[in-house]
């Protein structure tokens, strides 16, 4: 088994693949600020506490893993209605981190909208789309770019509109550019494909999209 970071893990995707990689029987090493991940207890589980934006945090919780999955988002709703640049200033801090490190493997999420998939955003969706989100997904268009300019062995998931349903491993991974559409998945499921990437190589170096 594996030895995994995921960072963002105290919520949302992140914490949902923490729990996911547990039970898969991976070590996990959980980063967030608050050091704090809900209702989970195990052997194989390090909770620590660091900033994806500071250099010395993402050093010291490199040290010793095989794979790192990046789950971050934004704190509230409010935050998509400001400058963003999280997504990127994290990335420009963990790429060249693994790589001296020696660290290849990366599974990131982004999401539906974020590099050359926002051409595949409906007409009708677009406007909305832009005026909430587009702020952060340019952010996350950013991230993309500098994850694919990488050396490492990367992983990208785009998942669509989040819903907090169960797990039902019936989603649908989107390859094809033709085939790219909006759609909801639950955190739970994305979670699922993020865990199998761990040991699956079949989207390597792909950026496909996640639909039920």
């Not at 992983?155 to 790219?180: F, H, K, S």
Request: aromatic content about 6%.
């Amino acid at each position: 088994m594996a030895r995994v970071l995921i960072i963002g893990a105290s919520r949302g995707i992140g914490l949902e693949t923490t729990r996911q990689a547990l039970e898969a029987g991976h070590q996990v090493r959980a980063l967030s600020r608050s050091g704090a991940v809900r209702g989970l207890a195990d052997p194989n589980l390090e909770k620590i506490r660091g900033d994806a934006l500071d250099g010395g945090n993402m050093a010291a919780a490199l040290d010793g893993v095989d794979v790192v999955i990046q789950a971050l988002g934004v704190s509230s709703l409010g935050d998509l209605f400001r400058p963003i640049s999280l997504f990127s200033d994290a990335t420009r801090l963990l790429v060249p981190a693994m790589e001296t490190r020696g660290v290849k493997r990366l599974i990131s999420v982004t999401g539906f909208g974020a590099g050359d998939s926002r051409a595949s955003i409906s007409c009708l969706q677009r406007l909305p789309f832009q005026m909430v989100f587009g702020r952060a997904y340019a952010d996350k268009s950013v991230q993309e770019q500098l994850i694919k300019d990488s050396s490492l062995d990367w992983t990208i998931a785009r998942p669509g509109v989040l819903t907090n349903g169960r797990r039902t491993g019936r989603y649908r991974i989107l390859d094809e550019p033709a085939d790219w559409r909006n759609g909801i998945i639950s955190r739970a499921d994305v979670a699922d494909f993020l865990v199998r990437q761990i040991e699956d190589r079949t989207w390597l170096r792909k950026a496909p999209v996640l639909v039920n």
